[in-house]
């Protein structure tokens, strides 16, 4: 492999960090709002990864978010993300699926269980169905989280004031977020360093697979959800897979077949 296509791997590489690690600062926000709205407190007490780290750019003393600009924005990241995992490579993006879902899963092993199921945990269908590429197009995606998140609005269904306000923080946002990844992209290139993939570790891998599976089993009326989580982690997180025998198509034929 040419000096210049090891470099381009990198940049690649470097884009995806940058893409999911976006995504997780979308779900943390949301998160909180959701945790803040649940209690009717000011702070919550949750582990963050990326909030306020150097590549959270939202100031939202300017432009104060609501619960349709979180949920939108984590769609946004999910789209994102889809752009950034076509890799030529199959084994480049095996590898990179693998680690990435590990680290949602461990990302999601941080919600404790007290905090109910909502949106959040809905999040990981199209982030997961982007990440691996079942979707086909952003369209799938948009369609996944309007299946099994909850509607969003769309451009055409806010008021004039609206949409003036969301294009130009849409247009602000991307022109911040590009110019940042271009200075960082010539800096990276410039150092010769590999990547070294973002941790958002707060659990146990495990423990994020059961709240998920317990998750998909009792808020939706179909099997779908909870079947998705269990081909994903069987197919690149076979040992986690191993380390959960209660997590099977039999306990799914037992909740939605049987119960017909």
Not at 141 to 160: C, D, H, P, R
Not at 200 to 223: S, T
Request: aromatic share 10%; with cysteine; proline share 3%.
């Amino acid at each position: 492999m040419s000096k210049q296509t090891q470099t381009n791997v990198q940049v690649r590489k470097k884009g995806l960090d940058d893409v999911f690690h976006r995504a997780i600062i979308a779900l943390e926000r949301l998160e909180v709002f959701l945790m803040m709205a649940n209690s009717n407190q000011e702070q919550v007490n949750i582990t963050q990864t990326g909030i306020k780290t150097s590549r959270d750019l939202h100031d939202d003393e300017k432009n104060p978010p609501t619960l349709e600009s979180f949920m939108a924005e984590v769609q946004l990241q999910a789209s994102a993300l889809f752009f950034q995992t076509e890799f030529d490579d199959k084994e480049v993006f095996n590898k990179a699926v693998e680690y990435f879902l590990n680290d949602l899963l461990e990302w999601y092993g941080g919600r404790c269980s007290d905090i109910p199921y909502d949106e959040v945990d809905k999040y990981f269908i199209p982030i997961m169905v982007s990440l691996n590429r079942q979707a086909t197009t952003v369209v799938d995606i948009m369609q996944a989280v309007s299946k099994y998140v909850g509607k969003i609005k769309s451009i055409e269904e806010l008021t004039l004031e609206e949409k003036k306000k969301a294009v130009i923080e849409g247009f602000t946002a991307y022109m911040l977020a590009d110019h940042n990844t271009k200075e960082e992209n010539k800096e990276f290139e410039k150092s010769g360093e590999e990547v070294i993939f973002t941790s958002h570790k707060r659990g146990n891998v495990v423990d994020g697979y059961k709240r998920l599976f317990m998750a998909f089993m009792e808020v939706y009326d179909e099997p779908m959800p909870a079947k998705l989580i269990i081909s994903v982690v069987e197919n690149y997180l076979p040992e986690v897979a191993k380390m959960c025998p209660d997590i099977s198509q039999e306990a799914i034929d037992a909740k939605f077949v049987m119960n017909k």
